[in-house]
Nanobody, 123 residues
Framework: VQLQASGGGLVQAGGSLRLSCAAS????????VGWFRQAPGKEREFVAT????????TYRDSVKGRFTISRDRSKDTVYLQMDGLKPEDTAVYYC?????????????????WGQGTLVTVSS
């Protein structure tokens, strides 16, 4: 499986971006998919995850109410809608396909990783 993350960019605080994670070579329609982020000098951290059918989602506390994860199984694509962006959201965002239909918040639950897309939020 290859995962391609896209949609990052530079945005002012309070703005919005929508990240996409598209799969190729093999479908991820039966896998959970998660978004993680890594800021400079910091460890990679969990952002959000969605189950195989979209029926279950989990978010880190700091993005609840601002970020929304969703998926289109027919397009084998997962999205992360980010609204109300803050400077502390600045990071490289990675998508990852889980080992199964559901996945947790730890990186070990994920098997395939995309290359990352940079999100920069200016104050």
């Amino acid at each position: 499986v290859q995962l391609q993350a896209s949609g990052g960019g530079l945005v002012q605080a309070g703005g919005s971006l929508r990240l996409s994670c598209a799969a190729s070579r093999r479908t991820i329609s039966n896998n959970a998919v998660g978004w993680f982020r890594q800021a400079p000098g910091k460890e990679r951290e969990f952002v959000a995850t969605i189950s195989w059918n979209g029926g279950s989602t989990t978010y880190r506390d700091s993005v609840k109410g601002r970020f929304t994860i969703s998926r289109d199984r027919s397009k084998d694509t997962v999205y992360l809608q980010m609204d109300g962006l803050k400077p502390e959201d600045t990071a490289v965002y990675y998508c990852a396909a889980g080992r199964g239909s559901f996945a947790g918040t730890d990186t070990a639950s994920y098997l395939y990783w995309g290359q990352g897309t940079l999100v920069t939020v200016s104050s």
